[in-house]
């Protein structure tokens, strides 16, 4: 029994000295550990968000980007250490800044940067993440190929920074070397029986691909209380061992 446990005693820090080495780093705030992403968290090697890495997240179509969109800002108004700011990359802006507010992020902590051209996005997600003044960059791009993402996670390396890319309606997904990769789908909102309209936000949450890590699909619900959990760890669709392959 007590060679077990050294057994895993060792296999753990191995585990966090590979990740250190690739860069990952652990968050230097407690808030960093309370996400509020219930199961989600232990999908994660050291079941912490890894921060000082990019991460991908994939969508198709309005309804799912806008829901992508919703869900990074809350993760990153979780994440994000009191008193530090984040820059916020596109070509299309169709963000209305006071309701980032209604997802847990104060409008005057982001700044606001729209370009012309998508390569100007990149070059600028790519200088932003060297800057340790801010604690994340968020991009909005379509395409990237893997040497564009391995530049990207390169300048993260020596800082904190991290960086959420989210890729609308790409050509291809694309093999990239984002720590992770996200797709965030719309689901119906559960009205409140008592009061009239619209309710919280809610999202079917894929964890794709992650470093190390177990991918899986949670449903989730956005409230003033945070992420609130719906449903247990599915497999991701390419985990499944039962799925054919060609």
Do not use: Y
């Amino acid at each position: 029994m007590n060679q077990s446990v050294a057994r895993s005693e060792i296999v753990e820090r191995l585990q966090k000295e590979i990740l250190s080495m690739q860069g990952v780093k652990k968050a230097r705030t407690s808030n960093a550990n309370d996400t509020g992403l219930g199961p989600i968290i232990n999908a994660f090697p050291t079941k912490t968000f890894p921060i000082g890495a990019v991460h991908e997240f994939i969508s198709h179509g309005a309804e799912n980007a806008a829901a992508t969109s919703g869900f990074m800002i809350a993760l990153a108004g979780r994440l994000m250490p009191s008193q530090h700011n984040c820059l916020w990359i596109s070509t299309k802006r169709t963000l209305f800044p006071p309701a980032l507010k209604q997802f847990g992020l104060d409008a005057t902590r982001v700044i606001f940067l729209d370009l012309l051209k998508q390569k100007d996005v990149l070059w600028a997600v790519e200088e932003a993440l060297k800057c340790q003044s801010l604690s994340f960059v968020i991009g909005e791009i379509g395409e990237l190929n893997f040497k564009e993402s391995r530049r990207l996670q390169l300048a993260v390396e020596h800082n904190h920074v991290t960086g959420l890319l989210h890729r609308s309606n790409p050509r291809t997904e694309n093999t990239v070397a984002c720590l992770t990769r996200w797709k965030i789908a719309t689901l119906p909102s559960h009205m409140d029986g008592v009061i009239p309209g619209i309710g919280f936000s809610r999202w079917r949450v894929e964890l794709a691909k992650v470093r190390n890590g177990r991918p899986g699909i949670w449903d989730l619900e956005w409230s003033r209380r945070g992420f609130q959990s719906l449903t247990t760890q599915r497999a991701a669709p390419h985990q499944n061992p039962k799925r054919k392959t060609a």
